[in-house]
């Protein structure tokens, strides 16, 4: 199977990475940060989370309720999700509404899915 390795819809450090143009420092940088995101992704309750968050913007006790999870527990793995800019929140009141960052995060989602269910399917 021929894999699409067109550089079209990447970004230009991602575009530079694949063909093979970047320095080894940024190389290292940019491959650290994306093996930081797949580990922020690689624990089930935040994938819980983003997929509630995937819905819609939501605070952090709709989440916990949603998730079935204590508030304090949630806002942890928040915490953790916002440092790795996969969630950005905002104030209403004195409640923290959470969203995903941005489309990047869907598209990881989309696809992190759709490599499971394809390959669970062999």
Request: overall charge negative; glycine content about 4%; aromatic content about 4%.
């Amino acid at each position: 199977m021929k894999v699409n390795t067109s550089t079209d819809a990447l970004s230009h450090e991602a575009a530079a990475w694949l063909a093979g143009t970047l320095d080894t420092e940024e190389k290292r940088r940019l491959l650290l940060r994306l093996a930081d995101i797949f580990k922020v992704l690689g624990e089930p309750t935040r994938l819980k989370i983003l997929r509630v968050l995937w819905q819609g913007e939501c605070c952090v006790n709709e989440l916990a309720e949603a998730i079935d999870m204590e508030a304090s527990a949630v806002s942890h793995q928040l915490r953790i999700l916002r440092q790795a800019h996969l969630v950005d929140f905002r104030k209403i009141g004195k409640n923290a509404c959470y969203f995903l960052d941005d489309a990047h995060v869907v598209h990881l989602l989309e696809q992190g899915l759709n490599h499971a269910a394809h390959r669970g399917e062999e």
